[in-house]
């Protein structure tokens, strides 16, 4: 029980705004799971912003870069009609928000390509008080630098998924490796001369098939910068046979698709063996700023692998209850890798509204009743 629970906070604590959070908040932001029977849930620790339907990149283990429009994933992240979120509904978001003050985490799709990005940034940590964080595929930084430290952003979170070549054939782009670098190294240059806090740094590197074996070829290439996790983030996927397997069962209310298996990515491909001797050379490399999301031991390794319709850990997934996601079109939804099942939308009803209305106290309700469903045995968000 304690191994289980300690490998749970490990995971938690893996992801890029972890420390934002004491574990006595995340507990308490919890406690409706556990006592509400009717779905109902304090307000979210996280918002997530789907800002835009676009991306610059063609990643192997993207839905969106292997332009792979069937899935739920796709749909998720790539609006029908409208493809991005209005900057004037996002600061009366914020305005909407800010007395419960959540983290707002702007994730996708390639957020520095959103034309009001730094507008609506400065907006909601300069006029709301709110912290802000930006995940992003980095091919703008050096661009966008002054704007960026402007903006009062906390946390920039950078993809990159191996050394140079690597990385670079995974993501489409030539050159791509060495283009982020000289953002980062820009931006952290100019942090360092004028004495500033923020934003900090945080590297995600999705473990594929492609990069398993030189994992422990990422960290040198940052030298000199201030980063203050590297987190090396398991695949996350849909088989074909994993979607067939939930729809017999789910089909009726909770559809799925596969998803993030184009590109060649084949989980099965990684040596196991090899991938376990990369994990603990980075942490030995990395000490305290390496993070593994999930975090597993060797065992829990092979079957995440091997077995991708088996559940890993726990299985329960708490997520609807501490975290929101709002795509480019306003759906909210459960997370850009959960179902393409939108519980309202921020053009027709208040944020609040929406959060313990009918449809997302009843999705609630369905998971806190099955733990997890079928197709979320391979989602971060299972603990």
């Not at 703008?140 to 670079?168: C, H, K, Q």
């Not at 670098?181 to 806090?197: E, N, S, T, V, Y």
């Not at 997520?319 to 480019?328: C, E, K, L, R, Y």
């Not at 179902?339 to 009918?358: A, L, Q, R, T, V």
Request: hydrophobic share 35%.
């Amino acid at each position: 029980m304690l191994r289980k629970l300690k490998k749970r906070i490990d995971s938690f604590i893996a992801h890029p705004n972890s420390q934002d959070e004491g574990i006595f908040s995340l507990l308490w932001q919890a406690m409706p799971y556990y006592v509400s029977r009717k779905g109902f849930s304090l307000f979210p620790k996280i918002i997530y912003l789907v800002v835009n339907s676009v991306c610059n990149l063609h990643c192997k283990m993207c839905d969106v870069g292997m332009n792979d429009k069937e899935t739920y994933f796709y749909k998720n992240m790539v609006a029908d009609a409208r493809q991005e979120l209005d900057p004037t509904r996002l600061k009366a978001l914020f305005e909407e928000v800010k007395k419960f003050k959540p983290l707002i985490s702007i994730t996708s799709t390639e957020p520095l390509l959103y034309g009001p990005l730094l507008e609506v940034c400065e907006y909601a940590t300069k006029k709301c008080g709110l912290k802000v964080s930006i995940n992003t595929n980095g091919l703008l930084l050096e661009d966008m630098a002054e704007g960026l430290l402007r903006a009062g952003i906390t946390r920039i979170v950078v993809s990159l998924d191996g050394p140079p070549e690597v990385n670079d054939m995974i993501r489409g782009f030539s050159g791509g490796f060495n283009r982020v670098l000289a953002g980062m190294r820009k931006i952290d240059r100019i942090k360092k001369q004028r004495k500033l806090r923020y934003p900090r740094f945080a590297t995600i590197h999705v473990v594929t098939n492609y990069n398993y074996d030189s994992l422990d070829r990422i960290p040198d290439y940052f030298s000199g910068i201030d980063i203050e996790k590297f987190i090396f983030s398991h695949m996350t996927f849909i088989t074909q046979e994993m979607a067939d397997a939930h729809n017999r069962i789910y089909a009726h209310i909770y559809p799925i698709t596969h998803s993030c298996i184009g590109g060649g990515i084949d989980p099965k491909k990684v040596d196991v063996e090899v991938l376990w001797d990369q994990l603990n050379k980075v942490k030995r490399m990395l000490k305290n700023k390496a993070f593994f999301s999930p975090t597993m031991d060797k065992e829990d390794l092979q079957k995440y692998y091997l077995e991708p319709d088996s559940f890993v850990g726990g299985h329960r997934c708490y997520i609807p209850w501490g975290v929101s996601q709002i795509t480019a079109s306003g759906d909210v939804i459960g997370l850009t890798r959960c179902f393409h099942y939108p519980m309202g939308n921020i053009y027709e009803n208040s944020f609040k509204e929406i959060w313990n209305g009918d449809k997302l106290r009843r999705f609630r309700k369905d998971l806190r009743a099955k733990g997890a469903f079928v197709a979320c045995s391979r989602c971060r968000g299972v603990l």
